[in-house]
């Protein structure tokens, strides 16, 4: 029976997780034979809660059939010194409680530049295969949100040691689809005279559990006026509210439709942005946009997701998302049967190729808000092939099948 670490600094319990990667992959793993552990930090990311409260370096948890082992780190509230200092923590203790473990004969590892880097050298240590997961393109995502200057000297250190650990890696997995296109691109592949294989690098996305989405789907409801109202054709939006996300364009576009009555948007979640736009739709008197939960327990989205009209996805446009996207919820309004619409073509887009919905860079708030309305309106034929289209396209992000995929890089 081989040993498998999942090394995620961000995962968290399952009651807790939002991003359902890393447990579902250990979840599945641990079905057929293999002896997995997470080692995550104590800090659940967005909360203010943190499992250690006391000086334990670590602590060990068990939730059903998964293990974890949570790594007590600094506690932060946003992304300034704390949080770094706490990145910088989690290798640097996940190397000195290694020993207390047996060995691992593979390390799978959720990509941290620079200082997650550390850890190839634990996995060299055991002689374990070492695997990589690129879930977020970093630090070019920093450049795309306009937040660091390619200017910037920094920018030069964090591409090297991300190309260093993306040549250290044995296998290296993008969640999005242009992972190699991104290695082309930088020019770091062998034919281009870098280091990196492309043999090496795979695409295996974020999904969504089916059996698990049917079952919350039936089984865990909300008791929510909003949501059960059928008067209503609900725009429903989950996550972050953040730069990245760029709701005020979806409030905007929600101004535009506010002569339709009967066309609600309920947003769910929280971040940075919320309560400036909270303040915003009142003093615009932006009346059909309803601020909602800032956290929902998983096993209640699907209930939110299949109760909407259309599912919204929102980022910041520009050069964002141009190699795909790994949007864990997209997979989830998949599910729902539901149509979506995005306000971003990204490259390998499912929603435009597979016909789900709308996805295009609006010019303005009143296209946006015109994408939107079409859906709502759609004839139940139309509809109701969409919706058909959709439950079969999401089988291939299913977890039992994603799990096949990362098995295979195993052997």
């Known amino acids: 029976m081989k040993r498998i670490w999942l090394v995620n600094q961000y995962a968290m319990p399952p009651h807790l997780e939002s991003r359902l990667r890393t447990i579902k992959f250990a979840q599945y793993l641990t079905r057929v034979g293999y002896d997995v552990t997470i080692f995550a930090s104590s800090i659940m990311h967005n909360m203010d809660i943190n499992l250690i409260e006391d000086n334990s370096l670590y602590v060990e948890r068990k939730y059903d059939d998964l293990k974890f082992v949570h790594i007590k780190t600094k506690k932060y509230s946003n992304n300034g010194i704390a949080r770094i200092i706490g990145l910088i923590q989690f290798p640097i203790r996940l190397r000195r409680i290694s020993r207390k473990f047996a060995k691992p004969d593979i390390i799978v590892q959720t990509a941290t530049v620079p200082f997650g880097n550390m850890l190839y050298y634990m996995a060299k240590k055991y002689r374990a295969k070492y695997i990589v997961e690129v879930l977020d393109l970093w630090p070019e995502s920093l450049v795309d949100l306009g937040m660091v200057k390619k200017s910037n000297p920094f920018l030069k250190f964090a591409y090297w040691a991300e190309k260093w650990q993306y040549t250290k890696a044995q296998e290296l997995v993008f969640s999005m689809e242009g992972g190699v296109q991104y290695i082309k691109d930088k020019k770091w592949d062998n034919e281009q005279g870098g280091p990196i294989d492309l043999k090496k690098v795979h695409y295996i996305n974020n999904g969504v559990d089916l059996s698990d989405f049917k079952l919350y789907s039936e089984t865990y409801m909300l008791d929510d006026s909003d949501l059960n109202n059928e008067y209503f054709k609900k725009v429903i939006y989950i996550g972050s509210i953040r730069l990245a996300n760029n709701l005020k364009h979806l409030i905007d576009a929600a101004y535009c439709l506010k002569d339709y009555p009967n066309i609600r948007f309920l947003l769910y979640g929280d971040g940075d942005d919320r309560s400036y736009l909270e303040q915003y739709c009142k003093d615009n008197e932006i009346s059909n946009v309803i601020f909602k939960d800032k956290w929902v327990e998983p096993k209640f989205v699907p209930c939110i997701l299949t109760k909407g009209h259309v599912n919204i996805l929102n980022y910041?446009?520009?050069?964002?998302?141009?190699?795909?996207?790994?949007?864990?919820?997209?997979?989830?309004?998949?599910?729902?049967?539901?149509?979506?619409?995005?306000?971003?073509?990204?490259?390998?887009?499912?929603?435009?190729?597979?016909?789900?919905?709308?996805?295009?860079?609006?010019?303005?708030?009143?296209?946006?808000?015109?994408?939107?309305?079409?859906?709502?309106?759609?004839?139940t034929e139309e509809y109701n092939s969409l919706s058909d289209r959709s439950k079969i396209v999401v089988s291939q992000y299913d977890y039992p099948y994603l799990t096949n995929e990362l098995i295979k890089l195993f052997n």
Do not use: V
């Open 316 to 379: 910041m446009q520009g050069s964002f998302g141009r190699y795909g996207g790994s949007q864990s919820k997209m997979f989830q309004y998949m599910a729902s049967g539901k149509p979506i619409c995005c306000n971003l073509e990204m490259m390998f887009c499912p929603i435009k190729k597979n016909n789900l919905g709308i996805a295009k860079d609006f010019e303005n708030d009143k296209e946006y808000a015109d994408a939107i309305l079409e859906l709502t309106n759609l004839p």
